[in-house]
């Protein structure tokens, strides 16, 4: 039951939205096992003057920058999972924002499953009423 998300600098593209969302549900999926049907993505475009890399805006930089978080119930994916998926995260954002700045990241936050859930119910709960 992932929660994905995703702020790109720049103007809001309801397009590119959507490929963000797909490619993050799919990879989601793949590379870290996850339910596509449990996935959630919410994509937020943020103005170039308002994001800032080494206290300038992105105002005029030849390239866009991301931030992606996806919150994942902790001990549930290996480190070399979440290697290989914050590698594949930043290959897929460079292709779909015609390149990536270097200052863009992603963050894989591990949450208890006893702090975390849906519908009411926290993943504790569910894995120990299965």
């Known amino acids: 039951m992932p929660y994905l998300h995703?702020?790109?600098s720049g103007p809001q593209d309801?397009?590119?939205?959507?490929r963000?969302?797909?490619?993050?549900t799919a990879l989601t999926s793949k590379l870290l096992g996850k339910n596509?049907?449990?996935?959630?993505?919410?994509?937020?475009?943020?103005?170039?003057?308002r994001w800032f890399i080494a206290g300038r805006?992105?105002?005029g930089a030849p390239k866009r920058s991301y931030h992606w978080?996806?919150?994942?119930?902790?001990?549930?994916?290996?480190?070399?999972?979440?290697a290989d998926?914050?590698?594949?995260?930043?290959?897929?954002?460079?292709?779909?924002?015609?390149?990536a700045a270097e200052?863009?990241?992603?963050?894989?936050?591990?949450?208890?499953?006893?702090a975390y859930g849906f519908a009411g119910r926290t993943q504790e709960h569910r894995y120990q009423h299965g």
Request: proline letters at 3%; a negative charge.
């Open 6 to 8: 995703i702020q790109i």
């Open 14 to 18: 309801d397009t590119l939205a959507q």
């Open 20 to 24: 963000v969302a797909e490619t993050g």
């Open 36 to 49: 596509r049907e449990h996935t959630a993505v919410v994509v937020d475009f943020i103005a170039p003057s």
């Open 57 to 59: 805006p992105l105002v």
């Open 69 to 82: 978080m996806v919150s994942i119930t902790d001990e549930t994916n290996t480190k070399r999972e979440k």
């Open 85 to 99: 998926y914050l590698a594949a995260v930043h290959q897929a954002m460079d292709e779909l924002l015609g390149g």
């Open 103 to 114: 200052h863009s990241y992603a963050h894989v936050a591990d949450l208890r499953g006893s």
